[in-house]
């Protein structure tokens, strides 16, 4: 569905409009959309589908996934938190995993942004190196 740029704006105001600090207030998004849902003014559907679009983007930019090759202890894992908290702000969902694959390390996923301090990685980017 292609997205006019006026449906693009008020779904950005609308966006920004249940922020709170910052952060979004889910009764706020849903109160939102309700009434969008309820006045259906023009284009509606285009506003809901962006504003959609802005709260999946928004999500993953509030998602941290760190990987490693073993099991972090619990006092890594708060300190990892409160580091990553420090870079991204608060307000982050974290999530843990462990991938024997990684040889070492540690992966951590924020948004689109990747940190890659594994021996695997290390390791590839030593090959590509080699390679050209």
């Known amino acids: 569905m292609k997205v006019s740029k006026q449906a693009r704006r008020e779904a950005k105001a609308l966006f920004r409009s249940c ?3 910052g952060l979004l207030d889910e009764n706020r998004i849903r109160q939102a959309a309700q009434l969008l ?17 802005l709260l999946k983007l928004d999500q993953q930019r509030r998602t941290a996934v760190i990987e490693s090759a073993t ?13 990553v ?4 702000g608060g307000g982050l969902n974290f999530s843990f995993h462990t991938n024997p694959a990684l040889l070492g390390g540690l992966r951590i996923h924020v948004g689109s942004d990747v940190y890659d ?16």
């Open 19 to 21: 922020q709170v600090n």
């Open 37 to 53: 849902g309820e006045k259906k003014p023009r284009g509606y559907m285009s506003i809901l589908a962006h504003l959609r679009h």
């Open 117 to 132: 301090g594994t021996v695997s990685g290390r390791l590839r980017q030593l090959e590509e190196s080699l390679a050209s």
């Open 85 to 88: 908290s420090r870079r991204y």
């Open 71 to 83: 099991a972090l202890t619990p006092e890594m894992e708060a300190n990892l938190k409160s580091t």
